[in-house]
């Protein structure tokens, strides 16, 4: 229904910033949400953070919170991650993933890793020490 497309990720140094993309093309409409999601290598795919197109609403998960920050481009429909004092546990393949909803970006989050919505390919984001 949606193609979702990554991009942005590197290498980049402990203490450095990044910021991923994520565009979003084919049938999408008004009215959806974008969370990102990380996972590395043997551990669990974890939640970083959501935003709604409709009203800008952001969730952050425990990792992400005081360092992330996530924006949308409405117009261009292009999520923005902006990654602050990245740290070597931040290294992971990066993906986005879209669902239509006007619920909460918490919520949202749940219904993806339920497997719900659209997703990317990833993109690679390596801290170094």
């Known amino acids: 229904e949606v193609q979702l497309v990554e991009s942005g990720g590197g290498l980049v140094q402990a203490g450095g910033s990044l910021t991923l993309s994520c565009a979003a093309s084919?049938?999408?409409?008004?009215?959806?949400?974008i969370g990102w999601f990380r996972q590395a290598p043997g551990k669990e795919r974890e939640g970083v953070s959501c935003?709604?197109?409709?009203?800008?609403?952001?969730y952050y998960g425990d990792s992400a919170k005081g360092r992330f920050r996530i924006s949308i481009d409405n117009a261009k429909k292009i999520v923005y991650l902006e990654m602050n004092s990245l740290k070597p546990e931040d290294t992971a393949v990066y993906y986005c993933?879209?669902?239509?909803?006007?619920?909460?970006?918490?919520?949202?989050?749940?219904?993806?890793?339920?497997?719900?919505?659209?997703w990317g390919q990833g993109t690679q984001v390596t801290v170094s020490s």
């Open positions: 993933a879209a669902v239509y909803t006007r619920g909460p970006p918490d919520q949202v989050m749940d219904v993806l890793k339920d497997g719900y919505g659209s």
């Open positions: 084919g049938s999408i409409f008004d009215d959806y949400a």
């Open positions: 935003i709604s197109s409709s009203d800008g609403r952001k």
